[in-house]
């Protein structure tokens, strides 16, 4: 086979292999953003992050209703706590993506790509 060629097909697998070993970390970082509470399921993100702060910063501290990912009103007894739980958890997530992340981007081939430990 032509240098050329092999050497593009190389380039193009890696260029596969990244692009998919960006995106599962990215899903799993997504995974981790999930906070479960009183039955209920709550992907974070800023907007729910801000909207949280928002209230207690308005004085709502104890019984706030708030709607989870179904759209089905929670009652959250102390949303301090809340505020805190899902802040660290947007922080660890956010941390360990940055890791791998990192990781990822010192790989500079195929093999190394796909015997990356996640």
């Given at each position: 086979m032509d240098e050329r060629l092999e050497k593009a097909l190389k380039?193009?697998?890696l260029m596969v292999t990244l692009a998919?070993?960006?995106?599962?970390?990215?899903?799993?970082?997504?995974?981790?953003?999930?906070?479960?509470?009183?039955?209920?399921q709550f992907n974070i993100n800023k907007e729910?992050?801000?909207f949280v702060n928002m209230l207690l910063?308005?004085?709502?501290?104890?019984d706030v209703v708030?709607?989870?990912?179904?759209?089905?009103?929670?009652?959250?007894?102390?949303?301090?706590e809340f505020?805190?739980?899902?802040l660290n958890l947007?922080?660890?997530a956010s941390n360990e993506y940055l890791i791998k992340y990192s990781e990822l981007?010192?790989?500079?081939?195929?093999e190394g790509l796909i015997n990356h430990n996640e």
């Open positions: 380039i193009g697998n998919d070993q960006k995106r599962m970390l990215k899903e799993k970082f997504l995974e981790n953003l999930i906070y479960y509470t009183n039955g209920s729910l992050l801000t910063s308005q004085g709502h501290e104890t708030l709607l989870d990912d179904n759209s089905i009103p929670v009652e959250i007894a102390d949303l301090a505020y805190e739980n899902i947007y922080f660890s981007k010192k790989r500079r081939t195929v």
